[in-house]
């Protein structure tokens, strides 16, 4: 039997880190950027980046529903708590600012 592609094996992986974030929603954006440099915007952003190298079109609104499983105004309307809500994707003092692709600058 063959293996699968990579890329076929690197995509199974994200979409089971989305059902992860889905399944745990009392994570907040905050929580991901301080403890692992990147949460759920990051996410989408990268998304987006990935889509214009395939030279397809996906916009950010776009994007961040499809990582939070719903637009991301409801999300932030049902899950988003307390000083988490101030957020605005500033990312914590220490940590590597992104490229505007999103990605992390070396």
């Known amino acids: 039997m063959t293996p699968p592609p990579q890329e076929a094996i690197e995509a199974a992986v994200f979409r089971r880190l989305l059902e992860h974030l889905n399944d745990n929603k ?8 301080n403890l692992a440099g990147f949460c759920r915007n990051c996410l989408a952003k990268w998304y987006v980046a990935a889509a214009e190298e395939r030279e397809t079109s996906v916009n ?5 529903e499809r990582v939070y499983g719903m637009p991301y105004s409801e999300w932030k309307r049902r899950f ?3 000083d988490h809500i101030a957020l605005n994707q500033e990312p914590p003092a220490g940590s590597k600012p992104a490229d505007s692709a999103g990605r992390p600058e070396a």
Do not use: S
């Not at 950010?60 to 961040?64: N, S």
């Open 26 to 33: 009392d994570v907040q954006n905050i929580d991901l950027m």
């Open 60 to 64: 950010y609104e776009e994007a961040r």
């Open 80 to 82: 988003q708590t307390g």
